[in-house]
């Protein structure tokens, strides 16, 4: 279960494997989540796709697969009738890169996890 505070917290293990998804697909190029769906994450429209592509190869370093590190400082926030998620992602240089996965999850039973944007905070 979420928590629905001012803190933040560690993101969830439940939550581990859709984001290693996302990533596993940016990996293959598939920035619109479209070859390689997931059942609780919403596709990626044109325009954030190709912002998050743009983004992650103007970095300078190719994403790698998650590394287990990501964990001990990707967080979510209660935002006041959603979730925010920050996800810091591997490269192929760092276990925990300064590029960050943001989604967003709204508050509703059937809510699906929303990529917003993957970039340097």
Known sequence: MLQRDD????????????????VRAFLVKDFHLFVHPINCVEPIDHSTAKSI???????????????????E?????WMGGYWQFLV??????????????HARLDDAPTARLQVQSVHVP
């Open 7 to 22: 803190d933040e917290h560690e993101v969830p293990l439940d939550w581990h494997a859709p984001f290693d998804q996302i």
């Open 88 to 101: 810091d992602l591997t490269t192929d240089k760092e276990d925990v890169s300064d590029l960050t996965l």
């Open 73 to 77: 400082r990707s967080v979510y926030r």
């Open 53 to 71: 592509a743009d983004n992650i190869a103007a970095y300078g370093a190719p994403l790698a697969p998650l590394n287990t590190a990501t964990w």
